[in-house]
């Protein structure tokens, strides 16, 4: 399921709770590192335009190095997504790329300032996330074999149900979402 993200994300009440119990199932957490996502609106379709927001452009910066990732999510018309294909490549010159998309009118619409936290597990990425005046958050990713979305998600859902950990809401849109303000 190459370039296909099946993710599940929460408010997080207790990390501590939930990192003690990836611990116990052997999982390390990567140091800590700050992450400056900066969205971008297409200037050929608007990405706001839709009732539900089914994609972003990003350009990330971090200390490991940049990125410009795309995703949309499915179903495309439906407030509740369930997947997204997401490419993503690293980038040399990141003030290149932000001076192109500049240059094909691409505007910029949002910026999240997040620290995060990753722990690996054989089937999925655990990440947790502070975001600039937007809270604490957990995402779950799979990162497993699965035969089809379906499959990936009963498995995602079967290992944080396994956890037994009490979790805040589900979060059902992403950060910019948050930072913009908008629920879909």
Known sequence: MQYIEVEKKYMVPDAEALKTKLRDLGAK?????????AYYNAPHRDFLAPEAISEWLRIRT???GSSINYKRWFPVDEIIKTHADEFESKVDDVEAIRRLLQMLDFQPLVTVDKTREEW???????VF?????????VEFEFKGDAETIDDATAQLDEF???LNVELGEQIRRGYPHILLGREH
């Open 29 to 37: 957490p990567s140091e800590p590192t700050r992450q400056v996502d």
């Open 62 to 64: 971090e200390e490991r």
């Open 120 to 126: 690996q597990l054989p089937n999925a990425e655990v």
């Open 129 to 137: 996330d502070h975001v600039l005046n937007a809270g604490d958050f």
């Open 160 to 162: 944080i149900s396994s």
